[in-house]
């Protein structure tokens, strides 16, 4: 069964919203910054965290990871990013430069099975670990991260799930020139165990796309319904819009009519 899981945002702050998220929701999708949310505490059973496994971690990332669980005793799945090639990022606009430590391609896999056979002890079996694709912008921070082969890699080698956000990859391939549906054929589609729902934009003064988190579209809505239909594995619709409540609203229950 497909299950929407909104993420505990902001808009959680007003009750009256709050309400109505829970209430168009089948679950909810924590975030670092909501780790401490403790209302309906029985539908929080996925947790999106922005740590980077491909990275070397130290006391720090696993005293998180332990606070995770901790505060999550219902949870189903845990998703990490591939953001950047590097552990210390530097932001530009909206977009990564390199900064601190530059990992190689090698060393990213190698971290990754050391962190990622860790987190599995942590969680256990009752828990799905994945990891979403991130988008490319042209800067050296994002060599290798977005490649259709390497995010393959890394869930194939690790035995993961994948969450899918399809604007970060529609974004990847504005921003590459590359084929949408060729770049999507050589993801881990077949791993995929949540969908992440929103539009995104043209900057025409620089050229490049960029994850505007618009709320879904009739193409995007098109895009899901067709991936749902092609692969069983799918357990969560995400959609991620923060904006407003009414458009919210009105997109929590247009993906809802897909399933």
């Known amino acids: ?30 975030r670092d910054k909501s780790v401490d949310y403790e209302n309906h505490i029985n539908k929080q059973e996925l947790f999106h965290c922005e740590l980077q496994p491909i990275h070397e971690w130290g006391d720090k990332e696993w005293s998180f990871l332990q606070k995770i669980k901790d505060a999550k005793p219902n949870l189903k799945l845990l998703t990490l990013h591939l953001a ?31 962190n990622f056979t860790k987190i599995k002890n ?9 990891i979403e694709n991130n988008n490319y912008y042209p800067t050296d921070a994002y060599r290798d991260v977005t490649e259709a082969g390497f995010i393959s890699e890394i869930v194939n080698e690790n035995n993961l799930r994948f969450l899918f956000d399809i604007a970060h990859a529609k974004v990847t391939c504005f921003n590459k020139n590359i084929n949408f549906e060729k770049y999507k054929k050589e993801l881990p589609l077949d791993k995929i165990i949540q969908l992440h729902i929103c539009t995104y934009n043209i900057d025409n003064k620089l050229n490049h796309a960029y994850d505007a988190h618009n709320y879904p579209n009739d193409e995007e809505l098109l895009e899901v319904s067709k991936i749902i239909s092609e692969y069983e594995n799918i357990k969560y619709l995400t959609v991620e819009y923060y904006r407003d409540i009414e458009n919210l609203e009105i997109s929590l229950k247009k993906v809802k009519e897909l399933v």
């Open 122 to 130: 942590i969680f256990g079996d009752s828990v799905d670990i994945a």
């Open 84 to 114: 950047s090639c590097c552990d210390k990022p530097s932001l530009n606009g909206r977009m990564f430069e390199l900064g601190g430590k530059e990992y190689t391609r090698i060393e990213m896999k190698d971290f990754a099975k050391i």
């Open 1 to 30: 069964m497909i299950r929407l899981a909104t993420p505990v945002s902001h808009l959680f702050e007003n009750q009256e919203y709050e309400k109505i998220i829970v209430k168009n929701s089948d679950v909810l999708e924590c």
